[in-house]
């Protein structure tokens, strides 16, 4: 998991989900939270990590670009 | 006829101007079509808060601002810059013309947006021009744009515009030659959707995506482009492609570095930033030139690589500038940079090796100084371009929220004469059926799977160094690789994109390698092994590619020369500064 979100601290505020560019979020209605569900997608542009209010994403990079 | 279309859609929409790509240049039309009176009604692949390639921020506006700036009206109307050794930069010069033109009022428009185009101190902040003797002149601007997406969504929600996100252009609808508007899906409901509109303009981006990202990722990460995926597809590029427009210079793609470590961020701030170019070192220290791909291929041989880019020598007060550029165009650099150890005031950054990139600048769809998208040598009524994805010099920040303005500014007098769009039935079907023909797919392949290998024949067959055999056997692969689309299936809404995606690619991928095939020589960073010498019958030529009842039309055609009236205006400008010059 190289998008990771600490639920404890998200506040289920949808901001990541309604911007992520490349729709790697869905939404999970029955805890009103985000899921990271198309990760192979991300363009680690970093917009989700900045724009969480909460703080609650952290961004990792994938093993062989380090 | 608006019962069966709505027998077919989940929604209808009439609209006087439908804006297809909700980036920077999108945005800015909109909100200046509705200040003009206009129904507008914008679509958008994202959300228009963060997407398109500005959506992380920038740090640079590269305005070109004549007669106070270094590109002067002589400069545009100068023959080098269009028959240069590169090949045709531009193929319609009054293009460039016209942005170059009128950037102090852009300037006055995006302040009206809400857009900052101040420094802390309340003032432009000219970025200082590197070379000697041009110091009187403005480039462009240094600016905190952090937030110019979010900015720009407010400014287009408060216009009143009606917005689509998370909805995917298909294609344009067209009746009797004219664009009559396009059919899209929102990828998140399934939902299909037709536009009907009197102006269809498309701002929907580069094409990136046919050779791998300038950050190589492992495994199933292949997204790490300098640009937005979302945006780099070339989706504008195939639309305009399939319902007749010419793109032009389909075979001189960019190149580049790739970068080793993901700390290409900042990457086109870093000479920029502060006036101070970065050096560019051999591994073991040698300072050199920055290498072309020939010198590189040398440098390679010689055992010199890898090489680097360094700004070990940058004063503290530019290393702090520096970051305050990384802060306002990516701000994840700090973390990645970090979370490495990486600190470019003792450390290099490595460049992995010199490679094909996007289309754009000299490459996309075709247009005149209007904006209008061309068919040979004649305008598609009712279809516009603008942005990084036109040729001819409207890319970047700067031409995509001109190129956006500048349009919106003609429209309501563009619009007045024209009579409502009638909708071809059997157009909409058609687009259905291919859009949602994915999710009847059931254990297909992923989209991202075929994406992949239409990237492999690219990189493989076409790169950086071509020959007819190596660009005949990509095209016969590419040629099988098209029934894999018909296997690609998609699990929810979501995957639809990247199917429609992968249709773009594969019709742009074929009008890329057949350009190649036609191009029979070497020049600049065009490489023909085959014929490694200039043909000069090509000189200040280029290809433009279009279908026409069907059949695929391939052109030389020469760039269209700048107007008299725009010529006589820099040489007027040329006198005013030489005049200027002398006296100071
Ligand atoms: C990291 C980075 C730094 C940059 N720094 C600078 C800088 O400092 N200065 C500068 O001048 N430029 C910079 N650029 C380039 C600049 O961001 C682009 O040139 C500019 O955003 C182009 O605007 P545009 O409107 O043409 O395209 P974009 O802003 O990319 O917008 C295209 C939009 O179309 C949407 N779209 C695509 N396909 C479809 C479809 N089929 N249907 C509906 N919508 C669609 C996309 O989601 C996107 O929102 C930078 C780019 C990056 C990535
Ligand atoms: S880093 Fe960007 S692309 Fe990746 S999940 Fe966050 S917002 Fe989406
Ligand atoms: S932006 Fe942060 S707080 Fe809001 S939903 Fe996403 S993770 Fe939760």
Partial sequence: ?????????????????????????????????????????????????????ERGINITYPVSIS | MTD????????????????????????????????????VTLIEKAHIDRSGSAGQGIDHYEGFFTRDGTTTLENVSNEDWR??????????????????????????QLEKLGVPMRWDDGEPYWIPFPFVGWERRKTGLRVHWTNIKPILGRAVRRSGARILNRT?????????GKVVGATAVNIRTGEFIVIKAKATLIATGKLMRLYNPETPMPWKYKFRYHFCPASSAGDGYALVYRAGGDLVNMDINAWTFRIRDDLTCSYGSFSLNDGVPMKTYTWDGEEIINPNATRYKQLEDEGKTPIYFGFDHFSEDSHKRLEVAFAD????SFKVAEERGFNPKTHRYELQDLSPTGFYRVSGIYIDENFRVLRGNEPIEGLYAFGDGSAGGTSGVAGAATGGLLLAEDLPEILKDMDEPEIDISQVEEHKQIALAPLAVEEGVEPLELESAIRDICERYVGMFKSEGKLREGLRRLGSLKDWLGKLSAESPHHITGYLECR??????????????????????????????IDKDMDGKFFSQRIENGKEIIELREPIPLKPEYLKDAEEEKAELQTADAAS
């Fill in chain 2, 4 to 39: 069966d279309l709505t027998e077919i859609a989940d929604k209808v929409i009439e609209t006087d101007v439908l804006m297809i790509g909700g980036g920077v240049g999108g945005c800015c039309a909109v909100a200046k079509a509705k200040e003009n009176g206009l129904d």
């Fill in chain 2, 329 to 332: 165009e990516r701000m994840l």
């Fill in chain 2, 504 to 533: 773009n690619l594969l019709d742009l991928a074929e009008v890329h390698i057949k350009a190649c095939i036609e191009r029979k020589e070497t020049r600049g960073n065009y490489f023909r092994s085959d014929y490694p010498e």
């Fill in chain 2, 168 to 176: 995917m252009a298909i294609d344009l609808l067209t009746t009797d």
């Fill in chain 2, 83 to 108: 028959l240069g050794r590169y090949g045709v930069r531009y193929p319609n010069l009054n293009v460039k013309y016209r942005l170059y033109k009128c950037q102090f009022w852009v300037f006055e």
């Fill in chain 1, 1 to 53: 998991m190289y998008i990771k979100i600490d639920m404890a601290t998200c506040d289920g505020c949808k901001i990541c989900y309604n911007v992520c560019p490349q729709d790697v979020f869905t939404w999970n209605e029955e805890t009103k939270k985000p899921k990271v569900s198309y990760e192979e997608e991300c363009w680690f542009c970093g917009i989700c990590w900045m724009d969480c209010p």
